[in-house]
């Protein structure tokens, strides 16, 4: 087999071609185009990593990758390979990488930066490809290159990434091979560099030249002839042109007249400066000159085309104005637009008129005259713009495709902002501005042309020197434009005339006037008419001025003229020079007064001038006697004349300075004159000419003697100084400070050229006067006059300056020392910053670079250094303290606390100063040219060091020297090694100094890493501060223990475990929290840190020995918060110190003493403590608050638990408590997982869970403080989501706690909601009021009641506080005012078992009961419970799961109804009259018992019947805590399955159904207003069943001998259920007398035949079973009630049956406070009454007590029947009837506080008659009492008072007549919101129906009279909007409209044959066992359990 074997260098990088997909063991998975790290190979294969995932290693084919050139780095740890491409492709790569996933995170939360991204990475993308493609100039790369690299610093600060650091190129820097000061340096100027993109800030130029690049793309105009483009930049705020014209010869047939110049007509407008870029307006213009006949004419395009052309000789052309095209290019002068020289812009062209000269179209062009209808379409020129920086070479070498080539170079009329020395120019621009001319014997004006020549002094033209612009060449002679027939012609022509400097002198310009005429046969015979000239030079030899010229015009006689006469040069040639009246003429010329020329010339020349006093001085050889007053006058020369001439003013001065050695005379003229030419070039505007005086002095320079003299008058200057009196020497002397630098370059250059001429001769005098110079310098720092401050000063400063230069001729070191003299010299503080200055450039200069020079200067420098900084430190440490004070007394005054501090930015200078100093320093030492730095380095940390260190803890972390400093200290110890570390430490002298600067060492470093001093994104910066804090940290363990062990020093080694898990927990060394680009880079610098400090923290923890103790618990926290750093290694080496810790305490002295002074315990063992508490009590603090904070993870759990719990049974001693803490600790961290997992979850109830969790963890560990603390979150979060019974019941937990007593609360039982109440009397008091208060929020009123009595105790029998007592009993008294008067919800409680594994730990395969919101039905719990896990699937069946779901990675829901069982033995409301208000309560609260049932079949069934085999599976649940409670859901603590029979089944049914029979016979009885038409349906579906068969049906089930042998066992069951039979007939028949009383007349047939049928089911009944008769208190009702008949609507809706009102309806007319006050029957008497619907119970559970059950084996009828009701909706009747009372009174009493009088009846009423409707209408049921009955004795129950719901006002009276047409109540606003804030579930809504009495065909298994149809809706019924179902009451009265979800809507009672239903879709239940559907139930079976259910 083959082996593997390493791969070369050149083959380690690799791109896959193909997708390799393998799922091998050892194969590593491909895509196209994936980078993959090859490090071995084998035959075909290759073992490598994806440059992605460099962790994951595995095998691929050779053949599926390429191989691609790459560079192997080695530069860090580890190895990186990477492509063999620019570095700037390699870094858009990385970063398109890297933002490709933060840019699909910012879609997903669709944040607003999403499209920026998105743009800056398309933007990358082109960039690189434009790179690769390799067809870029070197100018464009580099544009493109600053512009990615802006772009990817602006994109990282926008997404948060880190800074990435770049030299000036652009180029990415290598920490590891940048200076620590650099380094910061760079990370500043990157991000003020940010900062200002961000505000997006015009670039500021810096160069002082720019070029305007312009390419003529094309140009198109109607022409016939040729023409010339001149194109100029133009100033439109002067009017006139910047720069020379470009030319183009255009010809007629719209190209070029030079083929070669075909698209490549390129000029560049050089010479530009700052000046010109910022002007007002600037236009590129574009005249255009027609050249050929006077009239352009129409050509013939065919015959053009056939007939050669003829080009006209030159002389015969007319130059005709044309047109004028242009374009405002100020903003791309000013940057405001960028383009390319790819871009075409067009120029708008604009012909000129039959009158319009050229510059007069532009004049209108720019002013915006409406020239569009002069403008022809598709006319125009089209140009390429760009501009471009640097001079002439510069842009060469940048943009070498644009200006290489025949470009043409067009100059600005004037001179460059810089004049450099070799640029040599001497150029005139004459301008022909305008003329005036008589038409002379003409009868029209004249077509004048004129001719320019430059001729010499003997009239001859001068050849070649007259240039009309770029781009063609030069010409003899120029002539005009011609315009016609223009007697003033405005030509505004410029041209440029290029004299010979030796020629200029003599030469003048000569001007010829002809006319032109437009015959051409008359033109050839034309001849000059008149002719002018102007000289070049003027008589004092200066050049023509710069101005405009009204040039005298002379008239030719051509009969006399003799052109080669000169005597017209005596003529004057300007108006200026023309005497009055004078008439100069000569041989055939004459002055023509008519007839003028006016010009405008511009001299730019270097060479002559206009100013008589400087051509004075460069001519005063000429003239010696006038030397003085020339160089007097120089002083008065303005600067921009001298500038210009500056070299050979310079040449003169030291040609004077040379000729006149012998003599002093003019020594000191010439030396002033120098200083104003230095100082001159030194200033603001001419500073841009110090390059020129430079070049001067390099290469033109050559006085070799002036050093002599310059030495002598400057020495005078100095050792005059302290005797100065006059201003004028002071003012010399500060100005030769100020020039030092020059005047030394001066010096030593004539030395050198001295020296070089003369072979060295004259070194010695040479030195010895210069070190007599320096020396007088020195001698001048020790004067102590005031005047002398300001040169010694300007000394300082500009000394360092000649250094360079004054080493080239003198000793480096003696110069240190001479420096060093000069410096220290200086007496006083006065001039310490400029000091500070000084010594700072001489760190600067070239002298610091030589290591003798260094030794020299550096001590000093240090020295002085470290007296400035602690100076600063103790003035700004008594600045703070006085402004401290200032600042007190300025509050008191009212000052501005600014004015007051204002001393310190002095001080900062001061260390700003020195801070720059030090920075400069060791900046210079990381250089390689700095040579051996050892020594320099230990000076620098003796000296130094410690004042840096102390600096940088003292000043406040957001001064900005902070960050100075702390770079300062990082190079330091970067640049220090071992023996440097080991020498510092020898340094101190005692070991005190060493233990106090580790201690401020180590200070220092912990708080660079807790607060750091650099921006979070300063990557680069932070990590080269942390591999030097961790290179630091190492030599300072190992000098901790062998110097402060055996002396043990604790606080050292405190602050060494501190600093150094403070170090390891930083986050910038989270390397799991970084992107693996970013870690990958890190560890490939660095290694992982953190891994390397944890091992040198566990090594120095087993050094400690025997004072370990002394840390414990101090260190549990930090070592706890080290090992949970997600770093395997690190944890496995770490953890093993907690047990460690747990022995160091287990085997430590009881007592504290013995444990300081290292008592041996092993020696006593009875001392061992043997336990580790205070251990155990920290991890588990620590525990909690590190995990919360996000630390820790499952992973540490196990190793935690793998590796401390095998060290504990490996432990002989501490093994049993060791696991028991392992274990403990264990499942404490899991509890905190799950919590931190749910924190941050919207799922609130999660989080709940959670928090339940750790709290009973810590109540179990009996940990108080966390307990409460877990408490008082959970009281949060139930407030958060409105759950104040259940905030109330947390609050509790907390209360039980403390004690009533008045002693002070503990700092473990403290409130943080109430840190104001210190005993635990006052807080268990706030408390109780809080809980009072959140019950009285949540309606439980009872539980409120509770704490009040509590709280009754303590004020009336412990702290007599009659007042709060007082207070608590109104409060108590409102409290059961609301019981009994306000309507509560009933909760429902749902069965939830989480299935699977997919839910969280503490949820999966649980069961659980939920208490629902307020009017929550199953449908809504189930929606709601989906939403919160909508991966989760719904179960469908209630069968128990097998593992294939309880084990499977799923989420699966089981959601069902339970009811409550309320505990009697609790709550024994036997023989009492008990309101139902109250008993309404205890049956859904304060219960834990819950059950539900599942219908199935044992026995096949029968289909006739299938009773006889319907079994039930009963099933209850008891959960942990009772409901309510902490939460509102408890998991099952039990679960128990029972079967009950059929026989007991129907038992139930027959219960439920007699007691709903009893419950509407009471209700009516009650409220005989009341519409019965549910009475009368339950009447006939008892007596007439037709769909479930009533009794028969279970007679024939149960009552046969067949059953009887199959169930001997049922003989008891069958007795009671034929019982229950017979006990019925008395029921019914009570029932059919209260009917036939309150029946309507229309109803009387259907009651008639109800009674027939009742007559014959009585008859069989009694006749088998035997005769019942009912209790007395049910007869008595009935005998009572009243004689009522109305007409019955057939159209009825099902609002009008009581016992089918929906509990929404009631609760909210009951909320609304609407009764009905009715007649009473036999007082007369109005009675006012709360709505008491007889309902149908919902569930199967009955309210029979099992006592009660006995009685009804023998019925009967003389004793109290118990009521059966379960459900009453009115709160505000519990009254009992006085004795006087009626029965029914008696047995339901109402409270009747406003009856309405018989006038108020009769208002009312005839208000009512206005309201009513013909339709079916809703009758609102008032509420009836509320009493529930367990007992037969009448009297035994007191009278009570109720106070109704309605409000105060008289409630609405309705007169009982035949025809009642009630009005429907408003609902309550209350009542209203709650049904708007529920969700819109089909729950909620409500269905009407008819009423028919008609037999319906299809008869219904429901007990319910709701029939509609399927078409019909609420409009069909013309009735109101259905009432919102979420106010209904379960236990109210059934609700037919919105069935419920269990299977207990399977048992109701029968209905009559003439009534259908409706039946509201809902959610199928879960399904049973069986597929077969359930039987068509009997009635509803009551709820109480029976004494049969063992049946």
Request: aromatic share 8%; net charge neutral.
């Amino acid at each position: 087999m083959t082996k593997w074997k390493v791969v070369s260098e050149r083959d380690k990088y690799g791109i896959a071609i193909f997708n390799f997909k393998e799922k091998g063991k050892f194969c590593l998975e491909l895509q196209v185009g994936e980078a993959v790290y090859i490090i071995k190979e084998s035959g075909e294969w290759y073992f490598g990593c994806t440059a992605n995932n460099r962790d994951c290693h595995g095998i691929f084919p050779k053949s599926f990758i390429q191989i691609r050139e790459s560079v192997v780095d080695k530069s860090g740890p580890v190895e990186m390979i990477v492509p063999n491409h620019s570095p700037i492709v390699l870094e858009i790569t990385a970063v398109l990488r890297e933002w490709g996933v933060l840019w699909k995170q910012l879609y997903v939360t669709r944040h607003s930066e999403y499209e920026k991204i998105q743009k800056m990475m398309l933007e990358l993308m082109r960039c690189r490809t434009k790179i690769l493609s390799g067809n870029l100039p070197v100018d464009e790369i580099k544009d493109i290159k600053q512009l990615v690299t802006s772009k990817i610093d602006l994109g990282n600060n926008t997404l948060g990434l880190d800074m990435v650091v770049r030299d000036e190129q652009g180029n990415i820097l290598n920490p590891m091979l940048t200076s620590a000061i650099q380094l910061y340096m760079y990370h500043d100027c990157a991000t003020k560099r940010i900062k200002g993109s961000h505000t997006k800030t015009n670039k500021v130029v810096t160069h002082h030249s720019h070029i305007f690049f312009v390419s003529i793309r094309n140009f198109v105009c109607k022409m016939t002839e040729d023409a010339d483009l001149l194109m100029m930049l133009y100033d439109a705020k002067e009017g006139k042109p910047i720069t020379e014209s470009y030319v183009v010869r255009w010809s007629r047939e719209g190209l070029a007249q030079d083929v070669d110049q075909i698209n490549n007509l390129r000029v560049l407008f050089t010479d530009l400066g700052q000046r010109d870029l910022r002007r007002d307006k600037v236009y590129l213009v574009c005249f255009v000159v027609r050249i050929g006949a006077m009239e352009a004419k129409e050509l013939d395009i065919k015959r053009a085309s056939q007939m050669p052309r003829k080009t006209p000789a030159l002389t015969d052309c007319i130059r005709r104005p044309c047109g004028v095209a242009a374009l405002d290019v100020t903003l791309y002068l000013k940057g405001g637009i960028e383009t390319n020289e790819d871009t075409h812009i067009p120029v708008p062209f604009t012909p000129c008129g039959d009158k319009d000269n050229l510059d007069g179209t532009l004049k209108k062009i720019l002013a915006g005259k409406d020239m569009n209808q002069k403008e022809p379409k598709g006319q125009g020129l089209w140009t390429s713009l760009k501009l471009l920086h640097g001079d002439l070479k510069q842009v060469r070498e940048e943009n070498p495709h644009l200006v290489l080539g025949s470009v043409a170079i067009a100059r600005k009329m004037g001179f460059p902002e810089i004049i450099l020395p070799g640029d040599v120019r001497n150029d005139l621009y004459l301008t022909l501005v305008c003329g005036e001319f008589s038409r002379g014997s003409k009868s029209t004006d004249k077509n004048v042309e004129v001719t320019v020549r430059v001729c010499n002094e003997k009239g001859q033209s001068i050849p070649g020197v007259i240039m009309l612009g770029a781009g063609v060449s030069p010409q003899d002679e120029y002539r005009s434009v011609v315009y016609y027939h223009e007697d003033k012609p405005k030509w505004f022509e410029t041209l440029k005339i290029a004299v010979p400097i030796d020629e200029f002198k003599s030469c003048h310009i000569k001007f010829y006037f002809k006319h032109r005429s437009s015959n051409e046969a008359k033109d050839k015979s034309e001849k000059i008419y008149a002719i002018s000239y102007v000289k070049l030079m003027q008589d004092n030899g200066t050049t023509l001025p710069d101005t405009v010229h009204d040039l005298l015009v002379y008239k030719v006689d051509h009969k006399k003229f003799d052109e080669s006469d000169l005597g017209y040069l005596k003529l004057p040639s300007t108006k200026s020079d023309l005497a009055e009246g004078q008439k100069p003429q000569i041989s055939g010329l004459s002055i023509s007064t008519k007839d003028n020329l006016t010009i405008q010339t511009n001299v730019c020349s270097t060479k002559l001038t206009q100013n008589v006093d400087l051509l004075g001085l460069l001519k005063w050889a000429g003239q010696p006697e006038k030397l003085q007053d020339s160089l007097k006058a120089l002083m008065k020369v303005d600067g921009e004349e001298i500038v210009k001439f500056l070299q050979d003013v310079l040449d003169a001065l030291f040609n004077i300075l040379m000729q006149n050695s012998d003599s002093d005379m003019y020594d000191k003229m010439v030396f002033e004159c120098l200083l104003h030419i230095i100082n001159l070039v030194s200033s603001g505007k001419y500073q841009h000419f110090q390059p020129v005086l430079d070049l001067y002095i390099k290469e033109s320079f050559s006085a070799t003697l002036a050093y002599h003299k310059l030495m002598h008058v400057l020495k005078q200057y100095i050792d005059e100084a302290d005797q100065e009196i006059a201003n004028l020497d002071s003012d010399i002397l500060h100005r030769a400070m100020k020039s030092l630098q020059y005047i030394i370059k001066f010096i030593v250059r004539s030395r050198i050229l001295h020296a070089e001429l003369n072979e060295g001769q004259g070194e010695e005098d040479f030195s010895y006067s210069l070190r007599g110079l320096l020396q007088s310098m020195i001698n001048l720092m020790s004067y102590t006059n005031k005047h002398i401050v300001v040169h010694q000063a300007s000394c300082l400063k500009y000394l360092p300056t000649t250094i360079p230069d004054i080493l080239e001729v003198f000793s480096p070191t003696d110069l240190s020392q001479m420096l060093l003299s000069m410096i220290f010299s200086l007496q006083g503080t006065h001039l310490a910053t400029q000091k500070m200055y000084t010594l700072k450039d001489i760190v600067l200069s070239e002298l610091f670079l030589d290591p003798e020079c260094r030794s020299i200067l550096l001590p000093s420098i240090l020295k002085q250094v470290r007296e400035m900084l602690d100076n600063s430190n103790e003035a700004r440490f008594g600045l703070e303290s006085r402004n401290r004070s200032k600042a007190k007394i300025a509050k008191v005054l009212g000052a501005f606390e600014e004015n007051i501090l204002g001393d310190g930015d002095l001080i900062l200078d001061e260390m700003s100063m020195c801070v720059q100093i030090l920075s400069d320093l060791m900046e210079l030492l990381f250089q390689k040219k700095a040579g051996q730095t050892m020594d320099d380095i230990t000076l620098i940390m003796q000296t130094i060091l410690r004042t840096v260190i102390q600096t940088t803890i003292r000043l406040p972390r957001k001064n900005e020297l902070n960050k100075s400093l702390v770079s300062i200290m990082i190079a330091v110890f970067r640049q220090m090694t071992p023996n440097h570390f080991e020498q510092y430490f020898e340094h101190f002298s005692t070991r005190i100094d060493l233990l106090d600067f580790l201690m401020e060492i180590l200070s220092a470093f912990r708080d660079l890493v807790s607060v750091p001093v650099y921006p979070n994104d300063w990557c680069d910066m932070i990590m080269l501060q942390n591999s030097v804090i961790l290179k630091s940290l190492r030599y300072f363990s190992h000098n901790i223990r062998d110097y402060f062990t055996n002396q043990f020093e604790k606080q050292v080694w405190n602050n060494f475990f501190h600093c150094a898990i403070a170090f390891l927990t930083q986050p910038a060394l989270q390397l799991d929290s970084f992107s693996a680009n970013k870690r990958a880079r890190i560890i490939s610098r660095y290694k992982d840190m953190r891994r390397e400090t944890a091992f040198e923290i566990r090594v120095m923890w087993f050094n400690l020995g025997s004072h370990k103790i002394q840390f414990i618990p101090e260190l549990v926290g930090p070592f706890l918060e080290m090992t949970m750093i997600p770093e395997v290694e690190l944890r496995k080496a770490t953890i093993p110190i907690f047990f460690d810790m747990m022995q160091c305490e287990f085997y430590s002295s009881k007592s504290e003493e013995d444990n300081i002074m290292r008592m041996d315990t092993k020696k006593d063992s009875s001392q061992i403590k043997a336990n580790f508490c205070k251990f155990e009590d920290e991890m588990i603090a620590k525990l909690d608050s590190l995990v919360e904070g996000g630390k820790g993870d499952h992973q540490y759990k196990d190793l935690f638990n793998s590796i401390l719990l095998e060290l504990s049974k490996s432990h002989s001693t501490m093994s049993i408590q060791g696991q028991h803490f392992v274990e403990t600790m264990t499942k404490l961290m899991e509890c905190l997982l799950e919590y931190r997992n749910v924190v941050t979850e919207e799922n609130k109830e999660n989080r709940m869970s959670c928090t339940v969790n750790v709290l009973n963890f810590y109540n179990q560990i009996n940990r108080k403080e966390m307990y409460i603390r877990y408490v008082n979150k959970l009281y949060e979060l139930h407030l958060e989501c409105e759950n104040f019974t259940e905030a109330a019941y947390t609050l509790k937990l907390h209360s039980k706690l403390l004690l009533w007593s008045n002693s002070k609360t503990s700092l473990l039982l403290r409130s943080s909601r109430s840190p104001e109440h210190r005993t635990h009397r006052e807080l268990k008091e706030k408390i109780y009021n809080d809980m009072i208060d959140n019950f009285d929020r949540g309606k439980m009123w009872e539980c409120a009641l509770e704490i009040c009595k509590e709280l009754i105790v303590q004020y009336e029998q412990e702290t007599y506080e009659y007042v709060k007592l007082s207070e608590l009993h109104k409060r108590m008294a409102v409290f059961y005012q609301k019981i009994i008067e306000q309507i509560r919800p009933e909760p429902e409680y749902f069965r939830v078992a989480f299935y699977g594994r997919g839910f969280p730990s503490f949820l999966q395969n649980k069961v659980y009961v939920y208490r629902g919101k307020e009017y929550e039905r199953l449908s809504d719990f189930s929606s709601r419970t989906q939403l919160q896990f909508p991966n989760a699937e719904l179960m469908k069946k209630l069968v128990p799961p097998g593992e294939d779901i309880t084990e499977s990675d799923k989420q699966y829901l089981q959601i069902n109804k339970v009811d409550p069982v309320m505990n009697e033995n609790e709550y024994n409301f036997s023989g009492k009259n008990v309101n139902e208000s109250i008993v309404k309560f205890y049956r859904v609260n304060e219960v834990r018992k819950f059950r539900y049932s599942r219908p199935f079949h044992k026995e096949p069934r029968d289909p006739d019947n299938e009773f006889a085999s319907l079994w039930l599976a009963r099933t209850v649940l008891t959960t942990e805590e009772s409901f309510p409670g902490i939460l509102h859901w408890f998991p099952v603590d039990s679960c128990e399955t029972h079967h009950l029979s059929p026989i007991v089944n129907a038992i139930e049914d027959m219960e439920a159904s007699i007691k709903s029979l009893r419950d509407l016979i009471v209700y009516h009885a009650n409220n005989p207003t009341q519409l019965c038409s549910n009475l009368s349906m339950k009447l006939n579906g008892v007596v007439e069943p037709a769909v479930n068969g009533g009794i028969k049906k279970y007679e024939k089930a149960f009552f046969t001998g067949d059953y009887l042998e199959a169930n001997p066992d049922q003989e008891t069951g069958i007795a009671m259920l034929k019982n229950l039979m017979a006990c019925q007939i008395p029921v019914i028949e009570i029932g059919l007398d209260l009917h036939r009383r309150l029946v309507p007349e229309d109803m009387v047939p259907f009651h008639q035949k109800i009674e027939e049928q009742f007559v014959l089911l009585k008859d069989e009944v009694e006749s088998k079973y035997g005769k019942r008769k009912c209790d007395q208190q049910l007869e008595q009702l009935i005998s009572s009630a009243p004689v009522v008949r109305r007409q019955f609507s057939r159209t009825s809706t099902i609002c009008e049956l009581p016992s089918r009102m929906s509990e929404v309806s009631l609760l909210a007319e009951a909320g609304a406070g609407v009764s009905i006050s009715v007649t009473n029957a036999q007082g007369g008497g109005s009675t006012s009454g709360g709505a008491q619907a007889a309902t149908t119970q919902r569930s199967r559970v009955s309210s029979l007590t099992r006592s009660n059950l006995k009685n009804l084996t023998n019925f009967d009828f003389t004793k109290s029947f118990t009521n059966l009701h379960t459900g009453t909706l009115g709160r505000n009747s519990g009254l009992k009837a006085s004795s006087s009372s009626t029965p029914v009174q008696k047995l339901f009493p109402r409270n009747l506080p406003n009856s309405a009088s018989p006038s108020k009846r009769e208002k009312k009423r005839d208000k009512d008659k206005s309201r009513r409707k013909t339709s079916a209408s809703t009758l609102s049921i008032p509420p009836s009492p509320g009493t529930q009955w367990y007992t037969e004795n009448e009297g035994s129950s007191p009278q009570q008072g109720s106070t109704p719901i309605s409000s105060s006002t008289t409630p609405p009276v309705f007169e009982l007549r035949q025809e009642l047409t009630p009005k429907r109540p408003l609902r309550s606003e209350v009542e209203k919101e709650k049904r708007l804030s529920r969700p819109n579930s089909g729950s909620f809504t409500m269905r009407f129906s008819t009423l028919s009495l008609t037999p319906s065909k299809n008869g219904s298994n429901r007990d319910s009279i709701v029939t509609t149809d399927s078409t019909a809706s609420e409009e069909d019924f013309n009735i109101p909007p259905p009432l919102p179902a979420k106010q209904r009451v379960e236990a109210a009265e059934p609700d037919y409209c919105n069935l419920p979800d269990d299977e207990d809507v399977l048992r109701k009672p029968p209905l009559p044959n003439n009534f259908s239903k409706v039946v509201r879709k809902k959610l199928p239940p879960p399904e049973p066992e069986d597929d077969e559907r359930p039987p068509t139930p009997p009635p509803k079976k009551p709820v109480t359990k029976f004494p049969t259910d063992h049946l």
